[in-house]
């Protein structure tokens, strides 16, 4: 059983035609499968429009958020195998085999969005910027942190439940838990469309937000990747500040020097007791 999870809020214009497109592509797959929309609090009929085309509804009473509509979805799906995608009409349902394709070898497979897809400008830049970021953190090349196209084996994305947020940021966390903890994970190159309607997505507001869960993920699974280079920043800048005044000016060494680098120090200790809880929250779990 394939369950394919959408979250949809006031989607009503193009939700049916997504769900017929899905419902296209499976049926050439062959496997049996369940369509799972969760209208998130639409104040539209995007749940009848669902319902109209054959897809399971499960309405929240109210807007939740993206990521508890997905978690979720993720509760009621019967389906050892879990395909989550938008339901703006963004991603093509078309991909779908060839992300269950690899997912056999995997335990998930994201949509990696290519240079040709629809995407304004500043948010390919912020999209690269939290590549790069979570590729550092994570030990390995990450080609699309936030692509919310994705197939994933249905017992290790329940694993990570309570760690997804209620927000757009789930994709983030998903990806950085799956990767820190060992699963395997892959990527297939799409090209999506540009969404029907305004995004919902606010560069500022969403932006730090993804930042932030970049930097919770990290924490909780690899705390020194975090505390290391910030240890290290400020004990070179008081190292080098103490030389600069005694070399320099010709004064004392001074007080903000020495103190720069005992916190440096107490960063450090702090980061490698975090890795050892961690390691310890994994051979628990384990």
């Known amino acids: 059983m394939i369950s394919i999870i959408m979250p949809a809020y ?39 429009q669902a319902r109209v085309a054959g897809a399971q509804v499960i309405a929240h009473p109210y807007n939740i958020g993206n990521g508890a509509a997905v978690k979720t979805g993720i509760r009621h799906a019967h389906g050892e195998i879990l395909v989550m995608l938008d339901a703006d009409g963004q991603h093509p349902p078309e991909e779908i085999p060839n992300l269950l394709a690899k997912l056999g070898r995997y335990d998930m497979v994201v949509g990696a969005r290519s240079r040709a897809s629809e995407s304004s400008f500043h948010r390919n830049m912020a999209n690269h910027f939290y590549n790069w970021f979570a590729s550092y953190m994570c030990g390995r090349q990450i080609e699309d942190l936030t692509s919310g196209f994705r197939a994933v084996k249905a017992e290790v994305a329940r694993s990570f439940l309570y760690l997804l947020p209620n927000t757009f940021s789930y994709p983030t966390t998903i990806t950085m838990a799956v990767v820190r903890s060992g699963y395997s994970l892959a990527y297939v190159p799409i090209t999506t469309a540009r969404r029907v309607g305004h995004s919902k997505i606010k560069l500022l507001r969403d932006g730090s937000r993804f930042l932030l869960i970049i930097l919770k993920v990290a924490t909780l699974f690899s705390p020194l990747k975090v505390f290391l280079p910030v240890s290290l920043l400020m004990f070179l800048t008081g190292f080098f500040y103490g030389l600069f005044k005694v070399l320099i000016l010709d004064m004392r060494y001074g007080p903000t020097s020495a103190m720069l680098m005992t916190i440096a120090i107490v960063v450090f200790m702090v980061g490698l007791v975090s890795e050892q809880v961690a390691q310890l929250r994994f051979e628990k779990r384990d």
Request: hydrophobic residues 35%; charged residues 25%; aromatic residues 2%.
């Open 10 to 48: 006031q989607e009503a214009a193009v939700i049916g035609t997504v769900i017929r497109r899905i419902q296209q592509t499976m049926d050439k797959v062959g496997q049996p499968y369940e369509i799972i929309v969760v209208d998130d609090g639409s104040p539209d009929n995007t749940a009848e």
